[in-house]
């Protein structure tokens, strides 16, 4: 039989599909966590489950935590055992979400009172994380921007630093989900943790969005984990599971996290795309549980 270049990538392709395909049968059956990995999971992506049902059905299948929640939720997750591995963000009169953040200096006082109120309130909680966000560029030059998000996440390191927490910038993607937001690569968020100054103030990698927009997630991971404070997931392309639908290697990529003895959460946040929500977040805790 004649193979072609064609034919021959054409198996090999098959033959990694079906290898995740065994990787993602022997995940769903696993029991247990191998503790490597402490696992979280996202509230929004579940919108038609309750807070509550997430916490039971969660704990069932080794979460440690339900994130991105807001003081009043973070009650209901300590009953079920559960922590917040990072909060949300507080919004003050339109001011603090992800297109208008830090990189606007007339943002600084009503973001730094905001931040002044939730922070105490995280660490009374007994949380340590709390997420915030660079704002759109609208016609901003990258280098100003980071100038001046580092002007006004400076005035709140004292307080991080008296209360125990750490304030987390999240790098999104610009293509395709959050377009002209500022913090989007993972140089220019190394840049600012820099200029920063302190270790209270760390980056959310979130793999989907990195792997938009620059690849490299393993390597980038090995060489400025010391810069992040959290993980984010997400099946590339269209942020659904994290199975043979799309172009990551989840395991080899935990395993990557692990190795480097990474002591923070895992969250999954894609949407799932199947009826059974809480089955294809069973699965993708069980593939990432390496």
Not at 168 to 185: G, I, W
Not at 263 to 288: H, K, N, T
Request: proline content about 3%.
């Amino acid at each position: 039989m004649r193979f072609t270049r064609r034919s021959a990538l054409t198996a090999a392709a098959s033959v990694a599909a079906a290898s995740l395909s065994v990787r993602l049968g022997a995940a769903d059956g696993a029991a247990g966590s191998k503790g490597r990995i402490r696992h979280s999971v996202c509230k929004w992506c579940y919108p038609k489950v309750s807070v509550e049902e997430l916490a039971v059905a969660g704990k069932a299948m080794g979460l440690q935590s339900i994130e991105l929640l807001g003081p009043g939720d973070w009650d209901t997750v300590r009953r079920h055992g559960l922590t917040c591995a990072i909060t949300s963000n507080p919004v003050k009169n339109g001011l603090g979400g992800i297109t208008k953040g830090f990189n606007r200096l007339e943002h600084h006082d009503t973001l730094v009172s905001a931040y002044e109120e939730w922070i105490p309130l995280a660490a009374k909680a007994g949380l340590r994380n709390v997420i915030c966000f660079s704002g759109n560029r609208a016609g901003m030059d990258d280098a100003l921007g980071l100038q001046n998000c580092a002007v006004g996440l400076k005035r709140l390191m004292g307080l991080c630093e008296r209360h125990d927490v750490t304030l987390v910038m999240e790098l999104l993607n610009s293509r395709v989900d959050h377009a002209d937001y500022m913090c989007d690569k993972s140089a220019w968020g190394v840049a600012l943790c820099r200029e920063v100054g302190s270790g209270s103030f760390k980056l959310l990698y979130d793999i989907y969005h990195m792997q938009i927009m620059e690849g490299d997630v393993i390597a980038t991971i090995r060489r400025h984990h010391g810069f992040f404070a959290h993980y984010h997931t997400g099946g590339v392309p269209g942020r659904h599971e994290i199975d043979e639908t799309q172009e990551l290697n989840y395991p080899a990529i935990l395993r990557a996290i692990a190795d480097i003895r990474y002591q923070g959460f895992v969250a999954q946040e894609f949407i799932p795309a199947r009826p059974d929500a809480l089955g294809s977040l069973r699965q993708a805790v069980r593939l990432c549980d390496v």
